[in-house]
T-cell receptor, first 112, second 114 residues
Framework: ETGVTQTPRHLVMGMTNKKSLKCEQHLGHNAMYWYKQSAKKPLELMFVYSLEERVENNSVPSRFSPECPNSSHLFLHLHTLQPEDSALYLCASSPGRNTEAFFGQGTRLTVV | QQQVKQSPQSLIVQKGGIPIINCAYE??????FPWYQQFPGKGPALLIA?????SEKKEGRFTISFNKSAKQFSLHIMDSQPGDSATYFC?????????????FGTGTRLTIIP
């Protein structure tokens, strides 16, 4: 295991629901990331937090809302999603922004 | 557009064979080229990485070959084993800008048959 834990592992939600994905690391890392992984597409970076401050937001729709309450936890709040948002959502952390990122196992999200 | 093109999409190789996965890039400013390995149900994990000052890097059975003039790099797996069956992603970035500037390929699903 990498030390990056994501919950839940699987999530099915309707388009009108609100849900949250959680990521936790106790590695002492200062940077945390959300990625979207869709079949046959490159991994897409969504958000980057460094020392609890958001430093990157790759034009992600506002129906995805990240939160980093402390250096060990990262959330992705979801609301009014679309079926095309169905994907594997990966969290990662790294000691610094230029060092190796360690990925969690991901949350498989299905929007119905 | 910053893009990394990866091929093939899938690959089946007999045990002991040498699968080769290729990637090509356009941005000559890229100076860090990692490969990631992802097993089913797991997140990607860094496997091996190379910088353009060398043409080859080996770590165990895994080798990266780098051709700066052709803007191509490839992953070779020597003496492949069924346990190497996974999806492999190449990536490229401009080193100083860190992880948030990694551009990933689309992945290659590798199957090693006994």
């Amino acid at each position: 295991e990498t030390g990056v834990t994501q919950t839940p592992r699987h999530l099915v939600m309707g388009m009108t629901n609100k849900k949250s994905l959680k990521c936790e690391q106790h590695l002492g890392h200062n940077a945390m990331y959300w990625y979207k992984q869709s079949a046959k597409k490159p991994l897409e970076l969504m958000f980057v937090y460094s020392l609890e401050e958001r430093v990157e937001n790759n034009s992600v729709p506002s129906r995805f809302s990240p939160e980093c309450p402390n250096s060990s936890h990262l959330f992705l709040h979801l609301h009014t999603l679309q079926p095309e948002d169905s994907a594997l959502y990966l969290c990662a952390s790294s000691p610094g922004r230029n060092t190796e990122a360690f990925f969690g196992q991901g949350t498989r999200l299905t929007v119905v | 557009q910053q893009q990394v093109k990866q091929s093939p999409q899938s690959l089946i190789v007999q045990k002991g064979g040498i699968p080769i996965i290729n990637c090509a890039y356009e941005n000559t400013a890229f100076d860090y080229f990692p490969w990631y390995q992802q097993f089913p149900g797991k997140g990607p994990a860094l496997l091996i990485a190379i910088r353009p000052d060398v043409s080859e890097k080996k770590e165990g059975r895994f080798t990266i070959s780098f051709n700066k003039s052709a803007k191509q790099f490839s992953l070779h797996i020597m003496d492949s084993q069924p346990g190497d069956s996974a999806t492999y992603f190449c990536a490229a970035s401009i080193g100083n800008f860190g992880n948030e500037k990694l551009t990933f390929g689309t992945g290659t699903r590798l199957t090693i048959i006994p």
